[in-house]
């Protein structure tokens, strides 16, 4: 079984930094790709980072050159940097893993954390 946890949520300032952190369990996680994924009230979950086991990463046009994920295999951890952040950025943030290439659409990651929420004050 997987277990992830994120950390690192809180309150910030527009145009402030947070960084996210996704401690997961199990011998495998070097092989997995993990997503960084947001959901705000009454709006789908969308993801916002993606990286594979190789380090390849994706990110939507909504938060390009402003996020950057990252992953740490010797911690087992995925990290989600987010700077310039916006009034629109507010969610609970969820980290999701998958036995495979990244993914974009939240139905393909098999495990998930329990959620971080972010909240921007203008």
């Known amino acids: 079984q997987v277990q992830l946890v994120e950390s690192g949520g809180g309150l910030v300032q527009a145009g402030g930094s947070l960084r996210l952190s996704c401690a997961a369990s199990g011998r495998t996680f070097s092989s997995w790709s993990m997503g960084w994924f947001r959901q705000a009230p009454g709006l789908e979950r969308e993801v916002v980072a993606a990286?594979?086991?190789?380090?390849?990463?994706y990110y939507p046009d909504s938060v390009k050159g402003r996020f950057t994920i990252s992953r740490d295999n010797a911690k087992n951890t995925v990290y989600l940097q987010m700077n310039s952040l916006k009034p629109e950025d507010p969610a609970v943030y969820y980290c999701a893993a998958r036995n495979g290439w990244y993914a974009w659409q939240s139905a393909l990651y098999n495990y998930w954390g329990q959620g971080t929420q972010v909240t921007v004050s203008s």
């Open positions: 990286i594979t086991w190789s380090a390849n990463t």
